[in-house]
């Protein structure tokens, strides 16, 4: 049962999110007083109304007001968003309630690619040449007045949704109407929302494709400073045309004077977009020019993948370990309770959010014993339930499931990963 | 029972628990939770899982043919899993019962599971499923043993990206507040077959 206790966390959970069992479980575990705050009420918000709050989570300021009226009652002493929306809202009400936070202008650049891109460039950050393009020019006189290969971004999507590489200028053209279409039906996903932003649905941005190998930081800002919690290798290239992501692996196989090169790039891209405090998930690439910064966010990693993170509490001479979750590192933070030294645990680790097999509806999913049977797959979680539509990159952003595998090394989780995903069979009506 | 024809889909919840779902029915009885090798003792099913070496297993609940493991060990349920899976195989070969049922001396000294359970049951009937129903779900008393509850969802609620909101911030809160004297919840609803979720999520 619930343990009383000093603290009380506002955790921002939208009703999409795939986050929910894991922060819930993170604050359960750490015994700290709960509200959560969603979009739409509860159904048990009048019998838990110090639990269970609805603020505008598509409007920071207005959502400010209503946790400050909400903390007069219920005193909070920290707040958490768990994607790009919530961080800028949790900006908003850290500022009102002064609490622990972000500055909302900061939150805000790390949302929007345009903006993110402009500040980077301007503070020095190894970012590709990109440009801002809006959706009523003409794709045809765009086409060629852009360098190829290039990479056509939605500012705000997720997930890489509507991200597509062109090589050509007629490739260009067929990318920019198919975005187009794309951000035409993201933003009537958001008609009912009062206070859309909706310069972000009526612009493209254009950028030179970076070619190299991906990777992904884990990190947290305590004061400015990055800690860094864990690189992730993504072994797949991601070379296009859509940007689907599949394997992440930690440790980094990556040389240790590139690693550090990557951790700096990304403690310099959060200084520069005025980051201070909370989680970043950073993705960069790395060539012979050294790390790119492809995107920076104010948020954990998405989707179910914090599973593949576990970290140690080594408390000298009492020869006790305890083991944190992600989201158990992140409240600690928000709450100002004790932060000691981390490290992710000894073995490598690894996640695949599972490639969308195809278009249809989801009927069922056959081979899942033979894929938890595989060596070091710890886990298996198929999201996607019997009935529910797949829709593939780069009109999709849901993935069906992540695979889980822990081992001696990242070689060995990865061929684990792929073994399992090999098992798999999704079984799709598509008419 | 031919073992071998037995089918048992392992569902790690998280590093410390997991259900594990039969293709036979485990124990027809109700639900039966056992905390402790001593509360398990004379359930072939719950004594072979309590004994599995370096599980450090601390609960194990069985319903119908739904077996959910707790265990304190950071050993992977990969690891775990196979042996759960040969104790559920082993126990459904037997002669016997994998699971008795529960005797009535076996309720904790000073609390009263019956008196509980329909405390809890008149707050599930007048006050939860009225308000999970207006998302088109329900919440199902399987039993309380020990003073902990346990639960199956259904229809919205099952599979729904918030159930743990409800679970946790709606039906513990409530139950804390209108039956102090109930422990825990336990949620041994198979999340991954529920079709109609109210709430599905998306990556970030």
Redo the contacts between chains.
Sequence with gaps: MLRPSTHRLLLLLPTATYRTAAFVEAARRLGVGLTVASERPSTFQHANPGGLVTLDLSDPDRAAAQARAFAREHPLQGVVGVDDDTAVVAAAIAGALGLRGNDVAAARAARDKHEQRTSLAAAGVAVPHFRLVRVDEDPRRLAAGVPYPCVLKPLRLAASRGVIRADTPEGFVAAFERVKRILEQAGCEKRDEASVEWHAYRSILVEDFVPGREVALEGLLVAGELRVLALFDKPDPLDGPYFEETIYVTPSRLPADEQRAVAACAERAAAALGLREGPVHAELRVNGSGPWLIELAARPIGGQCSGALRFEIRETGKGKEETLSLEEIVIRHALGMNLPALEREPQASGVMMIPVPGAGVLREVRGLDQARGQPLVEEIIITAHPGQELVPWPEGARYPGFIFARGRTPEAVEAALRAAHRQLQFVIASD | MNPAEI????E????GRCKFVVSEPVHAGGARRFASPDEASGSPLAEAIFALPGADVAEVIVSGNLVTVVKRS?V???TV??AVGEAIRAALAGAGPAVVPKPAAAATPGTDDDALYERVADLFES?VNP??A??GGRVELIDVQDAVVMVRMAGGCQ?C??????L??????????HVPD????VDITDH??????Y??????
């Design positions: 089918r048992i889909t392992a790690p919840i998280d590093t950071p992977p349920w990969q899993g196979k006050q308000m999970v207006r998302h599979g990206g918030m159930a743990d909101v409800t946790r911030q709606g039906i513990e809160a409530m139950l804390q507040q109930v422990k825990g919840v991954a077959a529920g079709s109609n979720p709430f599905a999520a998306a990556k970030k």
